[in-house]
């Protein structure tokens, strides 16, 4: 697509003020990680939000459920790496924790302890 105009995006909204209402909510959710809905990979978000808008993929109608699939979508990669770090978490505790029990690690170290005293007695 070459150049995008403002008069190929007042084809597909109402007027001028709809139009940059439309463009910033669009940016901001491209700038938030959406996915664009255009192939267009060294534009700008705001050439990519245009494009989209020229070319009917985004609209007043359809924004908020853009919106509302990239929040979605946004939350599940969360819940994901929130479960990722927890199992990483738990296998370095696992890892780290000594055999048996804490109890059983220090009766050993004071058993352990007391023999030495033992040898340096006699």
């Known amino acids: 697509m070459a150049r995008v105009t403002v008069e190929d995006c ?8 709809a139009l940059v209402h439309l463009a910033v909510r669009r940016v901001l959710q491209l700038r938030k990680g ?3 809905l255009i192939d267009a990979p060294k534009n700008k978000e705001v050439v990519i ?4 808008i020229a070319a009917g993929k985004v609209t007043p109608q359809n924004i908020l459920e853009l919106e509302a699939r990239e929040d979605q979508n ?3 990669m969360r819940r994901r790496r929130i479960a990722s ?5 738990q296998e370095v505790m ?3 924790a000594p055999s048996g029990s804490l109890e059983e690690s220090m009766e050993e ?5 007391q023999g030495e005293k033992d040898e340096d007695a006699e």
Do not use: C, D, K, M
């Not at 939000?49 to 989209?52: D, I, P, Y």
């Open 10 to 17: 007042l084809r597909q909204v109402e007027n001028r003020f």
């Open 34 to 36: 959406a996915t664009p």
């Open 49 to 52: 939000a245009l494009r989209e």
């Open 74 to 76: 946004g939350e599940l």
């Open 85 to 89: 770090t927890s199992e990483e978490i």
């Open 94 to 96: 696992e890892e780290s």
């Open 109 to 113: 170290a004071v058993a352990e302890g």
